[in-house]
Structures are given as C-alpha cells and as structure tokens.
C-alpha cells in the first residue's frame, strides 16, 4: 500500500480541544481537513456525512459529547442532542452513552474525551481483528463486491468490510474489489474508489443496479459489506441497497457476509424490524450538489430511506472481532456478542 | 391528462426529409427537438439516447436506413451501419431490415420512409392494446413501480409499462407511480417523472437501490417494466437494474410484469443467454455531462452495462398487444409471438 491507514487517518482529536476529521464531502475532488470544536459542529458533521461510518460516528459523538459538557451544556441535553444526529447506528448511541456515564460518574469532559479515545483505540484493534478473521474466513476469495465504504474512511482504522480486503493485500492475497457506485451519496464510487487507488488495491466501479448482473456472471467470489445496527437475530441494517446485493448473491449462489464490530449487535432488537430507518430529505437524490440544477422538478416527491434491512436469512457469515457468526445457521451472534 | 400523447410525440417524419425527434438528452430541463437529416445524423441520436426506448430506435432504424439511401450510399452498408448502432434491443435491426427489404424489392428510398411511418403507426396501435391489456390484468393494482422509462417518451404511442399506467388513468382509475432513478442516465428521474408530471399522475421517485426495501414495505401492488429483446423461453433483456428489482418482487411477493410489443420477441434466441448486451463508456458513470467535473479519477475502471437479462422464472407475465403471456407457466409467448 502505498498509503498506510495512519498516513489518512479519518478522525483524531487534537489537544487543543476539537476532533480533527478528513472532510467527506469534499472526497475525491479534495483531501481537506477540518477541525470540529463544539458539539454542533460534531452534530452538522454527522448530519452532513462529513464524518460518517458507524464505527466513527460512535467515537465522534462522544467527543461531541464532551465538548457540549466543556462548553457548559446541561449533560442530558447535549447527549440527546449528539445521539439524535443520526438514528439507526447503534454506535452513536452508544459511544453518546459510555461518554455521558463517565462523566455521571463525577468525571470531567476530559474523561469523556478519553472514552472518546477509547472507542478510537478499540475500533483500530477490532478492524484489525475483524480483517483478518475475514481474510481466514475467505481464503481462496481473490474477486470481492462491497456497497458502501467501509474502510479507512469510514473508521479509525483499516475498516471493517474493506478490513477483510486491506488484510488479504497486506498478506501478499490477490485481491480484487468491485464497488458499488451506492447512490444518492455515491460513498462508493467516491470514497471505497478512492481510498483503494490510493492503497493501489485493483478496483472496479459499477452502478448499483448492475450488480445483479455482476454476480451472476461469474466474476465475484464474496460479497462483503458494513453494517450500521445488527439485530439479535443477525437481520442487519446498512446503506440502502445492501438488501437488493443479498438478494442478488443469494440467486446467484455467491456467499454473502457482513463485516462489523461487536458494537453493532443492538440485543435490544430482536429482529430487523425494531431497527430505526432514516429518511433523509429528497435534495440528496435531485441534485448533485446543492448549488447544481435539478434533475427532476424540484418538488418531485422522493423517497430516499438512508438504510436498508438485509434478513438474516440471507447472510452467510457476520465477521467480528471475536469470529464469524452464521446466523443463517443459527449459530454465534448471541454468544460472541456476550459481554466477556 | 394535462398533455396529450400526441402533443408529445417524441418522434416524426417530416416532409423535407428528416426525423424530427426530442432530444431527450435536454429533458427535463428543456423540450428541445431536432431533425435529424442524414443516416449518420440518425445513428449518432441512437448512439447518444438523443432518440431510445426500444420502439423508437426501431423506426427511427428505418427512417435512418432511407436517408442513406437518398443520400446515395450502398444499401446493404448502410442498413449494417445503422442496425449497429445498439446493438441490444431486436427492434432497431428488424426496423432496418423491414426498410432494406422495402428498397431491395425494387423501391425507392421513399418505401423505406413508408416502412418507417408504417412502425410507427403501428407502435401507437400495440401501445394503445399493450396498455389496455395491462390495464385489465393489473385491475385493482393502483401502486405501481417502473424501471427506467417506457412512456410517451420512448415509444410514438403511450408506452408499454408507462402505457398500462396511462390507461389506468384514463380510464379514471386510481394509479401511483413509483419510479427509480435509473443510473447512470437517470431515464426514470429524467423522463419518466417527467412525463408523468406533464400528465399529473402522481409519481414517486426512489434510487435504484432502494427498490427491495419499497417491494418489501408493502407499497407496491406490481412492478411493470418494458423490455429490448425477449427471448424465445421468455428471459428478458431490460435496462440494467430490472433483474434486481425483479429478484426483490419475487422476495417480496410482488407481482412482476414486462409491457412489450411482440416485436421485441427474438425466437432465434432460445434463452437470454444468446441475447448480446451492449457495455458502454466509463464516462456515464464517471461524470454528470461531458463538462462536469470526475466523481473519481478519470482513469478508473467501470463495468457499465447498459442491459441484464431477466430469467423467465422471474416473470409473472409479458403484457402484449395481443395479450399476456406467462412465462413462469410455461404458457404462451411462442404462441403469441407466431405471425398472425
């Protein structure tokens, strides 16, 4: 690779006080970095996809946490506010909440920075963990199609889906990727092309309605993609489409898996169903870019739910950091999500 | 309806000597026409979907074959030239070689010409029955999603999938458009929200993408698409994305249809394995319009079909003007496909 994960790194907070990020919006055309220093400036982030990925959104929005509670925010308040940012990753919610316990606990903001910089340190380490139980799990897998990003831009660290794909390149494995274009926001085509260039990892791009027939051609041994919130059951929600890829490897008969850590197992949903969906509004899907022409009148009515379900029917492995559950068979999310 | 089929009409034979076609290229930013007054003319407007929809390219095929021959070149190379223009949907080489056989039987350019008025009237007539059969096998269904654009637009008549909803509407029955995107050209967002628009039918555009979880949600009484070619055991070859949302229905138990006139029936093709898809450039993934800046680097590597294949296990029925087959049953596309 000719750029290491370190050399890009997503988000890091910087001790002046702020969470430094790489800009997503501004990808591939620019690689810019922009300091965010209150709680609203982590809330608008967030919201915008500037920084985006549940892994990253989950340590961002703990830091956003703190900042509410440096600048004197009541601390319900500024959690709430932080969690609410974006509704079905589990992680925000959660990294919102380990912040806001350390400092009920009689902390300062500065320990809900250091759980902040936990879950950063902790997400590097379950992304190397969960590349290489997906470079095991699929040995002997050289062509792979993924949605979404999932990398280094999307986490802390090597990422979780394309995880499996830095890991199978740092051990010498020929590796090939087929991304999704994933619109509105084209996070594939944008983001999961750019960052493979730049690790010079051989990648094709297609729109996502080609990938039916992709896989039916042959050329694709796995599917791997991220995951946003995973029910008890293994039905798992992430960037739309995801749904119509199972459904497309299921038919073609191409292994489909999820890549995530452990802290996107939400226990409390039993079933895809309790997974909140986010419906964004419908300029994502009329413009290019806010200052573009529209592509369509601008009151055209437009559906654009940010998330879809995958059942878990159709998923033939979850790799974690613990190891790949089957739920298809039954087998393993429970136990490994099991606190240790 | 607010505007008229015929108001519309998106392509004409004009005395002078020339197609006058929409530029379908400016929709919905502009309703532009432009004539196109050689064989080449004709060919590039095939070519740059200036002029689409499976009917259309197959007699503005014949009107482009006839003005190369009035402009002197050899019949057999420019029927050739033409019928290559695209080289997936059956009706552009079968309205070429009408034309060509018109003029080798002793006409003149102007047989050709006749054979071109002649497909075209006879695409208003299969359109209006396309749309009347589907109206009555799809009674009750008043939710209806589409793929890509198959209305006034694509055809000299009402349309094929688009045709069944313009029936329902005039025959005053309740009808809800859903309709994808359609990357890369966006003939959905474009076009077919467009036109539906013009006509005040309500339509709801979503990204290819989220398909699966719309079938899913229960909004959706059928899926109705149009086809290019349809092989002899029913396989179907659409715009790319239609196998995707033909996998989603199946899933969801939704009904899944294909409006075609009999002429995109190839019964030398036994399955849509022999149906040949055309690959087109990078550049319509890549870019917006040729003058806007690369969503990725500009050398990257796209897989951009333009079509997929359909399998017949898939399809509850192909609406045609004389009737609906089923394909699934095993019952009555060779049938109905016999000359009468």
């Not at 892994?55 to 709430?80: C, H, Q, Y």
């Not at 079905?88 to 806001?100: D, F, H, N």
């Not at 979850?318 to 089957?326: D, L, M, N, W």
């Amino acid at each position: 690779m000719t750029t290491s994960p370190q050399a890009l790194r997503a988000l890091e907070w910087i001790d002046a006080g702020a969470l430094r990020i790489i800009d997503q919006r501004e990808l591939p055309g620019r690689l810019s970095r922009v300091d965010l220093a209150s709680a609203d400036d982590v809330i608008d982030a967030i919201r915008t996809l500037a920084v985006r990925g549940a892994n990253s959104i989950g340590s961002a929005g703990a830091f956003g946490f703190a900042l509410g509670v440096r600048d004197g925010e009541e601390p319900r308040a500024v959690a709430a506010r932080v969690a609410a940012a974006r509704p079905t990753a589990v992680a925000l919610r959660e990294g919102v909440a380990q912040a806001a316990a350390a400092v009920s606990e009689g902390g300062s903001w500065r320990d809900a920075v250091r759980v902040g910089t936990a879950l950063l340190e902790q997400d590097v380490e379950d992304c190397a963990r969960i590349g290489e139980a997906g470079r095991i799990e699929l040995a002997g897998a050289t062509s792979i199609l993924t949605h979404c990003n999932t990398g280094i831009l999307a986490t802390a660290g090597i990422g979780t889906a394309l995880g499996v794909v830095y890991a199978k390149a740092a051990a010498g494995e020929d590796v090939h990727v087929y991304s999704t274009e994933t619109r509105p926001l084209r996070q594939g085509l944008r983001l999961t092309v750019w960052e493979l260039q730049q690790a010079e990892i051989p990648v094709t791009a297609l729109v996502d309605s080609a990938a039916a027939a992709l896989l039916h051609s042959g050329a694709v041994d796995a599917v791997v993609v991220g995951a946003d919130r995973i029910a008890a059951n293994g039905d798992t929600a992430n960037k739309v489409g995801t749904f119509s890829v199972a459904l497309a490897a299921r038919d073609a008969g191409v292994p489909f898996y999820v890549a995530a850590p452990l802290s996107a197992v939400d226990v409390t949903a039993a079933d895809g169903g309790a997974i909140p969906i986010e419906l964004r509004g419908a300029e994502e899907v009329l413009r290019e870019d806010p200052g573009s022409a529209p592509l369509a009148a601008a009151d055209t009515d437009v559906w654009n739910p940010s998330f879809d379900v995958t059942p878990a029917r159709l998923i033939d492995g979850i790799i974690t950091e613990r190891g790949v559950a089957h739920p298809d068979l039954g087998l393993g999310l429970a136990a490994l999500a099991r606190p240790a």
